[in-house]
């Protein structure tokens, strides 16, 4: 389980790290990552995690097809801010994804009252939901999307710690930073695009 998740890590930080460049390779290495954290959330009974890591799966092969469309050689997709009613709807969809998978961990585990009255569903769901977000946005290549990975790594490495994933929260760490630096460094980049159009 430990090289399992030292894999899973190692996929994780390259992909961030290729995300905060806006290198495609975020997707290949991301798919890596997402399918080792499937088995690896499982295992650690973190459901809504294992669960959203299979949308994860989903979102990174849409994202390659969309970060790899290209007209005259230029790529279709630029980095760009969110609109006001993009805001309204990425957070009711947080809401509402958010309050369903913390009901269904609540009802699936309703036998397990250690789990289901601890922190841990509440907290699985946050950022699963967040998570889920993000990964939305990056696809579309929005600003936005650090803001997600910002929050969703701040929740994440306690929860992680608190199930003895101590690699994984250290990933969430190094993530952290990594999504700090991807927001500055799209934002000057789209601050440069603004400027030379």
Known sequence: MKIIELVA???GILSVWFASRESIRVFPTGIINVLLFIYIFFIARLYANAGINVLYLITNIYGWYNWSRKIDDKNVLEISRTTARQNTYIILF???FYISVLLLLRWYNKSDLTYVNSYVPWMDAMNSSLFLCATILMTKKKLENW???ILGNVISIPITISQGLYMTSFQYLVFLFL???GYVGWKKKLQSIKVSE
């Open 9 to 11: 890590v190692v996929f």
């Open 94 to 96: 947080a809401a509402v």
């Open 147 to 149: 803001i997600f990975w």
């Open 179 to 181: 999504a700090i630096s």
